[in-house]
């Protein structure tokens, strides 16, 4: 059974009573690694969230973390500081950078360019981690000359 999370409220014991429940698998949604960017995109505190990784392999579960490349709020340097941690814990955990999309309060902030999602993909790989995938790509690449800038500097595996 796998769980879709943001991790707000996963404290140790609960992370124990899902795996005593049948729970084996989450998929993480770090937000951004820097506190305050963090609080201000959910109005919560990422402490916790950030030790979610470790304590959730220790208990046997299996991790894919994903984030969303924002433009002006979560870019390469937050994705290549959350692949950082996430390398620390283990270099194989899964990583999906999904492209952000405009949608109800955020509206005015644009989708990615391709060349902003090349740059958070880059930013992963520098850290150490060897399982980073590309996600949303209808939302960044639009063009062939996107596509081809895609080719040129993301493995194809990775996408």
């Excluded at 902003?116 to 949303?136: C, D, T, Y």
Aim: glycine share 6%; charged share 25%; proline share 6%.
């Amino acid at each position: 059974m796998l769980l879709e999370t943001n991790g707000y409220g996963l404290t140790p014991e609960n992370l124990d009573l899902l795996r005593d429940a049948g729970l084996d698998a989450f998929w993480l949604d770090i937000k951004a690694l820097d506190p305050e960017r963090h609080r201000w995109l959910t109005g919560c505190d990422n402490d916790r969230i950030l030790k979610l990784p470790e304590a959730m392999l220790a208990r046997g579960f299996v991790l894919e973390v994903l984030s969303l490349v924002i433009p002006g709020v979560v870019e390469a340097d937050q994705i290549g500081g959350i692949a950082e941690l996430l390398a620390a814990v283990d270099p194989e955990i899964p990583f999906t950078l999904l492209a952000f999309f405009p949608a109800y309060r955020m509206q005015d902030v644009p989708a990615p360019t391709v060349a902003q999602m090349v740059r958070a993909w880059e930013a992963a790989v520098s850290k150490g981690l060897r399982r980073i995938r590309l996600g949303n790509l209808g939302v960044f690449v639009r063009s062939d000359a996107d596509l081809a800038t895609l080719e040129a500097h993301v493995d194809p595996d990775a996408w």
